[in-house]
Nanobody
Framework: QVQLVESGGGLVQPGGSLRLSCAVS????????MSWHRQAPGTQRELVAS???????NYASTVKGRSTISRDNVRNTVYLQMNSLKPGDTAVYYC???????????WGQGTQVTVSS
């Protein structure tokens, strides 16, 4: 039973930065892919970034160059560093883990990011 705990969201001014964290209640070697998604009011949930257990990363075009996804295998945590934030980045951000070998596809509760002056 995998559980995700997200943190790091909040209110930030345009051009500012945030670092989101997602702690996973399972060993990293059991997790194949970790990813961040976001959903703004009235929109569909979209992929922001993902990282595999081999370190391969993928980014949405809207955040590429401004965001970095990383993972800490000791702390069983995935991070999303977000820089040069824009009002359009305002959304609820969700962490997701996929581990097919243990039949896991789990979402976190979400953390609110608001970019406004």
């Amino acid at each position: 039973q995998v559980q995700l705990v997200e943190s790091g969201g909040g209110l930030v001014q345009p051009g500012g930065s945030l670092r989101l964290s997602c702690a996973v209640s399972e060993r990293i070697f059991s997790i194949n892919t970790m990813s961040w998604h976001r959903q703004a009011p009235g929109t569909q949930r979209e992929l922001v970034a993902s990282i595999t257990n081999s370190g391969t990363t993928n980014y949405a075009s809207t955040v590429k160059g401004r965001s970095t996804i990383s993972r800490d295998n000791v702390r069983n945590t995935v991070y999303l560093q977000m820089n040069s934030l824009k009002p359009g980045d305002t959304a609820v951000y969700y962490c997701r883990v996929i581990a097919p070998m243990i039949r896991v596809d789990t979402w976190g509760q979400g953390t609110q990011v608001t970019v406004s002056s």
